[in-house]
């Protein structure tokens, strides 16, 4: 009862907020005419009891033996998965639809999530591959002129499970003590503690193909670019046009905006597509994306790279940047927590430069193991892990983060124009000079 009391109230001063701006300039108006201020109505969308009065109904086992009650939102049932944290302040929508963190349960270490409920220009992907959500406290209300949907809401519709009224200070602490923990989430109150302990001791998430589930089935081409009123950078001025190949492991839709806005036509193919049906499209350049799980575990993928590496321009995002290592020569290995958030500072060691980036990654590049030419041009100073690097007589280049941001900040988007520069080089070399003529070459000497 008290819920729908507050509810009415919310709405009436919605509509006073409404008519008051009514008479103001158009400008100023619009954005308004869509603000809405919502009580959650995940009760109704999940038939389960109203917050804040709800009692806990959900478990969280984690491999280590601790038990974590929990209120759920979202959807019920049992999922297994690994658990990261994350230090994003803001932005998780982007998060909740990154295919990279398929597999894992995402735990927000702001303290206060979904006030600004979903909208509808926010989307990554086309649907969430996280294994669920685990937050401290979920927001009453939503208030955003973006707004179109509650978070609960949200979840429940994609099938994602959420707790809230989780010490996420607590988890994140013994994640940075003892390492990256297996979890199982569950509603289901006729299984035992014992029972999800050993489900999540018999589950790991090393060694699994996860880029297959998250890819797209079949080729598609993008043209579009970021909307106009978000561009901070590009504002369309760029009409030279490359036609690119960008391998979707999971690939996050703002790179593909952000490479169409920097004058890229993008044919982007599935994580299978051969290497050779690639190069039959004489693409001016190559993009592998980022994408979920252990980057050893998909060798069909390195030997992909492998086989593109030397003929065009290659750019390589986290998980693209870790095949390239691997095609390279290189080995990858599992960090103890991995990086996610939007406040990593990395050095660019080629300008001195320190970006503040955004992040999501459990694995990296040992640089040691990498050949010699090959050179590491960015290093995380939070702990000292390679988060880039180049080959330039190749013109191959890659980044452990993310230059496309979203969410995150905009250092690092300078590195976009950086690809589109290595393309334009090629491009205007005579063609005895060019990547594909010398690996030509360079096969019928061998
Ligand atoms: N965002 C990504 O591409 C992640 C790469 C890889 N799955 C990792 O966790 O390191």
Redesign the pocket.
């Known amino acids: 009862m008290a819920t729908k009391a507050f509810g009415f109230l919310l709405s009436d001063l919605t509509t006073r907020f409404d008519s008051k701006l009514s008479s103001s300039s158009p400008k100023l108006r619009a954005p308004f005419l869509r603000c809405s201020l919502h009580v959650s109505s995940h009760a109704a969308a999940t038939g389960k009891e109203q917050r804040p009065w709800k009692n806990s109904d959900a478990r969280l086992v984690l491999e280590d033996g601790s038990i974590w009650k929990a209120k759920s939102f979202g959807a019920s049932g049992t999922q297994v998965g690994e658990v990261v944290f994350n230090t994003s302040l803001t932005g998780y929508q982007e998060i909740l639809t990154d295919p ?1 963190y398929a597999g894992q349960f995402v735990l927000m270490t702001n303290p206060h999530i979904g006030n600004t409920g979903i909208n509808f220009d926010d989307e990554e992907s086309r649907q969430c591959f996280l294994a669920g959500l685990v937050i401290r406290s979920l927001s009453i209300s939503t208030s955003n002129w973006r707004c179109a949907e509650p978070l609960g809401d949200y979840l429940a519709k994609r099938n994602i499970m959420g707790i809230y009224d989780v010490d996420t200070r607590a988890i994140t602490r013994r994640l940075r003590q003892d390492g990256s923990l297996i979890g199982v989430l569950s509603t289901d109150n006729s299984k035992t503690d014992e029972e999800l302990l050993q489900m999540s001791r018999s589950w790991d998430i090393v060694g699994i193909d996860l880029i297959s589930g998250v890819s797209c089935k079949s080729p598609y081409e993008w043209v579009d670019q970021t909307a106009q009123e978000w561009d901070f950078n590009t504002n369309g001025s760029h009409r030279e046009t490359f036609r690119i190949v960008a391998y979707d492991f999971g690939i996050k839709l703002n790179i593909l905006r952000r490479l169409a806005s920097y004058g890229c036509k993008i044919t982007v193919v599935p994580s299978t597509w051969p290497a050779s049906e690639t190069l039959k499209l004489k693409p001016d350049g190559v993009l592998f994306s ?4 252990d ?1 050893s575990a998909v060798p069909y993928a390195v030997e992909t790279v492998k086989n593109i590496l030397g003929k065009v321009p290659v750019f390589g995002i ?2 693209g940047h ?1 095949l390239l290592g691997q095609a390279l020569g290189g080995k990858t290995f599992k960090m103890k927590f ?1 990086h996610h958030g939007g406040n990593h500072p990395v050095r660019n060691l080629q300008t001195g430069h320190v970006e503040i980036s955004a992040q ?4 990296a590049v040992d640089p040691a193991s990498l050949p010699e030419g090959v050179k590491v041009t960015h290093i995380n100073l939070n702990d000292g892990s390679c988060a880039g690097l180049a080959f330039p007589a190749q013109k191959i280049m890659s980044l452990q983060y993310h230059p496309e941001a979203s969410p995150g900040p905009h250092d690092s988007d300078y590195a976009f124009k950086q690809f589109v520069e290595l393309m334009n080089q090629e491009k205007n070399k005579k063609p005895h000079e060019n990547l594909h003529h010398l690996s030509t070459m360079h096969a019928m000497d061998s």
Request: aromatic letters at 8%; charged letters at 0%.
């Open positions: 990279s980022n994408g979920p799980g980057p986290c998980m870790q991995g999501n990654h459990n694995y």
